[in-house]
Every structure is written in C-alpha cells, then in structure tokens.
C-alpha cells in the first residue's frame, strides 16, 4: 500500500452533478445535458422515471429483510459460478493495490432470468436466479423480479438519450445484439463498519464499473464517492449524495471503449461511517455476442480507435474472475 498519504488526499465537497429529466420531450435536449455530463464526470441523476416511490420502498424493505436473516440461512443461497445470489462480507476486492482484505459489504446479484433449458443457458453470464425460500422471505421474489424490470425500461430510455448524444439514431442501442438482450444484474448491498483509507479499509475499494452504465438507488447514508481525473495526483475525492426521487447514473467500460474515451468510467468507491448503508445499483450490459469496438461517429483521421474490439463476453467474463482472484489465493 505504497504512497497512501499521496492517494489519500482530503475530500474536497460535496459533488454537483447534472440532473436529466427523462419526462422531457425534447430528447436532443437532454442529449445536450448528457453529453456534458458524460464528458465531464461520467455521473448523472435521472428523474421523473417511472419508478414509483412506493416500489423503490418496496425493494429496500426487501433488501433489509433479507441481509437481516442469519448468515446459515443467507448461505442457503451462497453465490453459485455464474455470480448469481449471496456474496458474503469481504467477498469482492475491487482495489488490491490500496485494500487490505476485501470490501466491508455483503450482496445478493439477481441477473435475467434464463431457464436451464433456454436458448442462451450454456453462456457464460446467462443463468437461472437463485431466490430466498419463499416460505422465510414470502413476497421476496415478486418485488425484486418487478423492480427489476422497471429498472431495466428506465436504463433502456438513457440508452435512446445517450445514441443521441453519439450522434447515432435514438434505436441505435436498441438492437438484438446489444440492448435487445442485454446482460443486465441488480445487486443488492448492505454495508457496514468504519472505513479507514490509511489502513485499507473500505466498504466499497475504488473502481470504474465493467459494464454501459449502472443505474443506482440508495438510502440517504452518505459514502458514495468519485474522483473525476481518476489520473491526477494526488486524488481528489467528492461525495455524491443522493437526492429523494433521483436515481444515480454513471457509465461503465464499455462505453468508454464504445466512445473511443470520448464518455468517462469514472473511479468511484463508498467508505462507511459506522452506520448500516443499503443500496442497489442495476448494471446493464450488451448482449453476450456484442463485438465492443470505436462507434463510427466516435473516430477520424485524428482521432483513431484507441482500444482494440472485443466480445463483451470475453471482456466482462476477464473482470468478474479478477474481482474475486483473491479467494484462489486463501
């Protein structure tokens, strides 16, 4: 953990970030607001989404009912190899080079549902959920299952707003092989602890997200960070706070490679305050066949492709393993 006093510069404030109404019609509009965005920090509230207050409720009631069970029964549905249900305390390292063990979080990953028998069963990040007993958690799987699609429609419609903003067709994103049959995860977290970044400790180690863009609703326990010039030294580091009927929005991988670098993956991570935090982020990936490579309105003369194409299969399949790797060396 070398340079931590370098790395570890103060947090300046408190992060303003664009807001997107995705009730306005005028859709070049809110491509123009977009672009800034994802240009600048890679992190956007959205509102006016559909996703009614009660069913936010709802999923977190949920959520907490279930991280609030004994670890014997939430090892029931321990994390099978296709990264579907319970990751325990510490189960992900996202930051090895500053993090001492892994994150001071516990999850449940629900991802699209595919039967053992279904079309697409035999890839690798296609699989059938794993659920709580409903006979414990009676109602779970409902809620968490329409959550989930709502959650899925509102990352479609900031897909449309994004084409725009790529100057590509409003559908562009909308085809089979990308957003049609997308690779889409909810996770739930539940944090907890102190974090202390001068001994490596963190609820959640810094990262960009793998994916296109990560749709996040959490409670109001402040943690969540970002650091916007992921590469200047030392870092800088601002809170994001959440905002009652907003949802955050930053974009992953993917889409920095898809722009050419043009939209940000911006470094984030959340440090814990000592009290119980919740939240839950749904990640949206193409599909599994989707070649990755520099969208013709994202390359010139000038500025060529700066990352080569590749499978979004092979690419997500790299990072999953490499978040957990530490579990072959204990």
């Known amino acids: 953990m070398a340079n931590k006093n370098q790395e570890e510069a103060s947090i300046i404030k408190v992060s303003t970030l664009t807001c997107i109404d995705l009730a306005n019609s005028d859709l070049h509009q809110s491509a123009v607001l977009l672009k800034q965005a994802c240009s600048d920090s890679g992190f956007f509230y959205v509102t006016n989404h559909g996703i009614s207050e009660e069913l936010n409720d709802q999923a977190f009631e949920q959520s907490k009912k279930f991280f609030a069970l004994p670890l014997e029964e939430k090892m029931k549905v321990l994390r099978n190899e296709k990264f579907r ?53 009676p109602g779970w799987r409902e809620t968490m299952e329409k959550y ?26 909308d085809a089979p092989e990308m957003l049609g049959n997308p690779i889409a995860d ?19 180690g810094a990262h960009c997200d793998f994916g296109m ?16 010039d992921k590469d200047l030294k030392p870092q800088k580091w601002e809170y994001v706070p959440s905002i009652k009927g907003a949802y955050i929005v930053n974009l992953g991988n993917l889409l920095e490679r898809w722009s050419n670098g043009f939209f940000k993956s911006t470094l984030h991570r959340v440090l ?28 010139s003369e000038n500025n060529p492709p700066k990352y080569p194409a590749i499978k979004c299969s092979t690419y997500l399949s790299q990072h999953y393993k490499a978040a957990h790797a530490h579990h072959k060396q204990t």
């Open 186 to 204: 909810m996770i739930l977290f539940h944090y907890e602890g102190v974090s202390d970044p001068s001994k490596g400790i963190y609820a959640c």
């Open 272 to 299: 814990g305050n000592g009290r119980d935090r919740y939240s839950i982020p749904f990640f949206v990936k193409p599909s599994h066949d989707c070649i990755i490579e520099c969208l013709l309105t994202c390359q």
């Open 148 to 173: 989930y699609q709502e959650a899925l429609r509102v990352c479609k419609s900031i897909a449309r707003i994004m084409a725009l903003a790529l100057d590509l067709d409003v559908n562009y994103f």
């Open 85 to 137: 249900g319970y990751a325990p305390l510490c189960d992900q390292l996202l930051d090895p080079k500053n993090q001492v063990g892994g994150d001071y979080k516990e999850g449940f990953t629900i991802g699209t549902e595919v039967p053992n028998n279904g079309p697409h069963c035999d890839k690798p990040l296609y699989s059938p959920n794993v659920w709580p007993n409903p006979d414990v958690l």
């Open 213 to 228: 863009l990560s749709l996040l609703a959490t409670d109001d326990v402040m943690g969540l960070q970002i650091c916007k």
